[in-house]
């Protein structure tokens, strides 16, 4: 009975264990795309797709783990909005291009500024946050140093070198009185005093 049926047996087994290898492949590729697509997913949530820079809800994540991570000391903290000047008028007088290739400009230059420790985000269409690791001096030259790296950025169109200023609102403050809706609403108050003083300045408040 074995001489008879083993060759189909054999023939059988081998179908089933090539099916059974088909499937598992399969299945690995199905989670492997799931994976990517919950990375994906995950990075589109939290990352601006022009500048891939961390956005609104990243920074506000990452400040809150910042603020909260145990066993280290507790230095000042300076919370930076910058507000471009003018930037709407940017977009429509010379399109969206023009204006997408400032933002992109600006990005590579604001990180060539910023340290490693420190985060980097674009916060909404024309404003970016930083959150740094300085004290009220060191905060204000990083904020100058900001300025002028955002006054000299230029992008070319037609002929012309274009470019744009900046407003930037500073805030020091040290937990625990480190809360982040008061240290934003402390900032936005100074940005916009900056803006209101004639824009392409900073100005300092502390917490």
């Known amino acids: 009975l074995l001489n008879q049926t083993g060759p189909a047996f ?5 179908i089933l264990g090539f099916v059974v290898a088909l499937l ?3 299945l690995w590729r199905s989670s492997r795309a799931l994976e990517s697509k919950q990375i994906d997913a995950e990075r589109q949530a939290t990352e601006d797709p022009l500048t891939r820079l961390p956005n609104r809800l990243s920074f506000e994540r990452q400040f809150d783990l910042i603020i909260r991570e145990p066993g280290r000391a507790r230095p000042l903290t300076t919370l930076l909005m910058l507000d471009l000047d003018r930037f709407k008028a940017v977009n429509d ?3 969206h291009a023009v204006g997408d290739a400032l933002l992109c400009g600006i990005t590579r230059r604001l990180a060539a500024i910023v340290r490693e420790t420190d985060l980097l985000a674009r916060y909404g269409g024309d404003e970016f946050a930083v959150l740094a690791r300085l004290d009220a ?3 204000n030259t990083r904020g100058r140093r900001l300025l002028a790296a955002i006054e000299a ?4 169109w037609q002929g012309q070198n274009l470019g744009t200023t900046a407003s930037i609102g500073l805030t020091t ?3 625990p009185h480190m809360v982040f809706d008061e240290l934003l609403s402390k900032t936005d108050a100074a940005c916009f005093e900056a803006k209101e003083l004639g824009g392409n300045r900073l100005f300092a408040t502390e917490q």
Do not use: D, F, I
């Open 173 to 175: 403050s040290q937990p």
């Open 10 to 14: 054999a023939v059988a087994l081998g």
């Open 24 to 26: 598992l492949h399969r």
């Open 93 to 95: 007088t010379y399109g």
């Open 153 to 156: 950025m230029r992008v070319a």
């Open 137 to 139: 001096a060191g905060a």
